[in-house]
């Protein structure tokens, strides 16, 4: 939100004049015929994407020639003057093409060529979601004509179809830039900037995979990371330490997390010394006051001492109560 | 060409006799009514006069309220947050029961409240697109705070059985408001007539301006005022009185309410002129009976003509209409009013609503016709709905991958 968002009701103002004018005019608005193939000795593949009851449908017929060239491309489309401008971009592109080459063209190929600026998009970001149909079509119609699964027309996941970001890209844009929002992701990737279906379940369309999930992973991953590292670090330093700074440490631990609930319960505690060996650090200790002799000394609490330690300092640490 | 203006649910033009009226108000009259000096009594006759038209427009007695708002979002948030504090936060209620077809200022105020914590029944439209007075009496409970029930609707035109619903939130002793945008200029609103407490209005559906709206409030009932202020409106809704607006508004109710059998039946015939002309179109439906809508509406829903395309086309011709709800015309969603009717789902993306006025003329209707005959045909033509040579076999559209 800010001051360009203040007025609605400029949605076609945002179609370029290329989108206007194709769905004034689709140049390749119709159909092809068995007849016509039959005659021209080339193979006819009509394929559908969409539904009325979906907003969109898209019925793509293409000619294709003994050498897998697209001779002939028309469409029949159910939708709106984006959906149609799309539509008669996407069938122009693949004219010339072979089957293979066309499976190439994307979304954003289609959008591109509808704009009158190269700089400026040629349509407004809720309507990218049209063209993405047209995109979707000639994957079904290729699938027919070469007689394999749509699914392996896709070398990745793509989690955002308008803007065609992957999956993969996105789990390195979080981490590298160290994201915390969906909004910081579509301002880096653009992804989940259009019709926002890919942003969390209940948008427009159903999705496989949501950018709400897809963040909440990679910052649970990354923490998880963070905390490796941090613990791996300790670790290290402690190990590294002269005897004084050990003991320093430790009483720190000590000071910090411990001391205040002997405290608590009217006792407390000293360090006698400390001996390493190669598998361990001995920590001697004393305990005062009411702890002295009491029941969980040798116990729970002995346990939660060396626990802290163990978790806060090195992981070998003995403690033994003398 | 002249353009065409087919979109009178959404806004209306100001009747150049109300805005003769309004004009003194701006730099002539333009005492702040709260003086006391003249500067500010000398607008009072003209208030006064706008509030007379205003209770005679709907038979409002002299015991009730019609206090001026800002439009008719704020009458409804007022309603609905009022309620909210007065009967829930500080009553021992906690429902409200709604429709699902109200607009977007009854629907986003209910989820709010859903958010803080109050329970919302939304009732579903009947197959013809209204709520029956037995539906609502079986969905009110002892913790029923109000009933808040549309009395037109904007999309279909649809007329709700207000009477009933009254009589049985009387018997219920359930506070009722009613949304009467719609209603008011365009159907007999007779507040003698039927049991309602509250009633929202607003100016620019009635050829009055923007930004003026009213809430009606019977035997000025208690609610807490949503803006607080300086104690106008006898402190019910402070802010500076919007003089020129009221007074326009009182003008343009009294123009739309006198003589409105009349007015209303001579745009019932235009309506049914265009109307009946655009069903002989082949696989066209209009939603709901001609005698229960407005007189001045219709949605008609044209197979394989996908409704943004229509409009586009339209516009070219110089003609404005809209989808549905103005406020919804940039979102992709399909229809509410369509799909609460349960509608088949595909008429839901094939609505257009054409609402008229009475400045509407008989030539523009014909026009419209015209027109509407001209963009059904390029768009079928391109339609993948009238598409004649079918997919290659595995090559149908398997699946829906859009939700709505
Ligand atoms: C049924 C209904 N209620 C409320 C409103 C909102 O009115 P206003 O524009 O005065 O806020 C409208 C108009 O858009 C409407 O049609």
């Known amino acids: 939100m800010a001051k360009n968002d203040l007025m609605g009701g400029s949605l076609w103002d945002e179609y370029s004049d290329i989108v206007a004018d194709r769905m004034n005019n689709p140049r390749h608005q119709g159909e092809i015929t068995e007849e016509e193939c039959n005659k021209n000795g080339t193979k006819l593949i009509v394929a559908d994407f969409g539904a009325e009851s979906c907003g969109d449908a898209v019925r793509l017929f293409w000619e294709v020639d003994s050498s897998d060239v697209i001779k002939r491309a028309k469409f029949k489309s159910f939708g709106c003057g984006t959906a149609i401008a799309s539509s008669d971009m996407m069938v122009e592109l693949c004219v010339g093409k072979t089957v293979k080459q066309a499976v190439k063209i994307t979304n954003i190929d289609v959008e591109k060529a509808l704009r009158d600026d190269p700089e400026i998009p040629a349509v407004p970001p809720q309507k990218m979601h049209c063209s993405v149909m047209a995109y979707d079509v000639i994957k079904k119609a290729a699938s027919l004509y070469l007689g394999v699964d749509e699914e392996s027309f896709e070398e990745e996941i793509i989690v955002c179809e308008c803007a065609r970001v992957s999956l993969k890209t996105l789990q390195e844009v979080i981490k590298i830039n160290d994201l915390k929002s969906v909004e910081e992701i579509t301002d880096y990737t653009k992804a989940g900037g259009f019709c926002k279906s890919c942003i969390k379940p209940g948008g427009h369309e159903d999705r496989e995979w949501y950018l709400v999930d897809i963040l909440a992973d990679v910052r649970r991953e990354m923490d998880e990371e963070k905390m490796k590292n941090a613990a791996d670090a300790v670790d290290g330093d402690f190990k590294t330490m002269t005897i004084v700074q050990k003991i320093k440490a430790i009483d720190a631990v000590i000071d910090e997390s411990i001391r205040q609930f002997l405290i608590m319960d009217g006792g407390d505690m000293e360090i006698i010394d400390i001996k390493e060996s190669d598998e361990y650090i001995d920590v001697y200790i004393r305990y005062l006051g009411a702890c002295n002799g009491c029941a969980s000394s040798s116990t729970g609490t002995l346990y939660s001492i060396e626990s802290t330690l163990r978790e806060k300092l090195a992981t070998n640490i003995r403690v033994l109560p003398i | ?404």
Request: net charge negative; glycine share 8%.
């Open chain 2, 1 to 404: 060409m002249n353009n065409i203006y087919m979109d009178n649910n959404a806004t209306t033009m100001v009747d150049p006799l109300v805005l003769e009226e309004m004009m003194p108000y701006f730099s002539e009259q333009f005492g702040n009514p709260n003086s006391i000096h003249k500067f500010g009594t000398s607008t009072h006759p003209a208030i006064a006069k706008a509030i007379d038209r205003m209770y005679s427009a709907i038979n409002a007695g002299d015991n009730d309220d019609i206090i001026f708002t800002s439009c008719a979002t704020e009458s409804n948030n007022w309603v609905l947050k009022s309620i909210w504090v007065d009967k829930i936060l500080n009553g021992d209620k906690n429902h409200i029961v709604t429709t699902e077809v109200e607009h977007p200022s009854i629907l986003s105020t209910c989820k709010f409240l859903e958010d803080q914590g109050v329970k919302v029944t939304y009732l579903p439209v009947n197959e013809k697109g209204i709520v029956e007075a037995h539906t609502v009496k079986n969905f009110i409970t002892d913790k029923t705070a109000l009933v808040s029930i549309m009395w037109a609707n904007n999309e279909t035109g649809m007329i709700f059985p207000i009477e009933e619903i009254g009589e049985v939130c009387q018997t219920k002793g359930v506070l009722f408001h009613s949304d009467g945008v719609q209603a008011v200029g365009k159907i007999p609103v007779d507040l003698q007539q039927v049991n309602v407490d509250f009633v929202s209005m607003s100016a620019h559906k009635f050829h009055g301006p923007k930004g003026i709206g009213a809430l009606y409030i019977k035997n000025s009932e208690k609610l807490t005022p949503l803006l607080h202020g300086g104690e106008h409106m006898g402190g019910r809704r402070s802010g500076t009185l919007n003089v020129p607006a009221i007074v326009g508004m009182g003008k343009a109710v009294e123009l739309a309410t006198t003589n409105l059998d009349e007015t209303m039946s001579k745009i019932a015939k235009l309506r049914d002129r265009l109307e009946d002309a655009l069903l002989k179109l082949p696989d066209t439906v209009v939603v709901g009976d001609k005698n229960e809508r407005t007189p001045n509406t219709f949605l008609i829903s044209v197979r394989g003509v996908e409704g943004e395309s229509m409009l586009w086309d339209l516009n070219n011709d110089l003609i404005g209409a809209s989808t549905g709800s103005a406020c919804a015309s940039e979102d992709l969603e399909a229809n509410g009013a369509m799909i609460a009717i349960g509608a088949d789902v595909e008429l839901a993306h094939t609505g257009i609503r054409l609402s008229l006025s009475r400045f509407t003329t008989e030539q523009e209707v014909d026009q419209v016709i015209a027109a509407f005959n001209k963009a059904t045909v390029r768009l079928r033509s391109i339609s993948s709905s009238y598409a004649k040579v079918q997919p290659t076999k595995g090559g149908e559209a398997t699946e829906c991958a859009i939700a709505h």
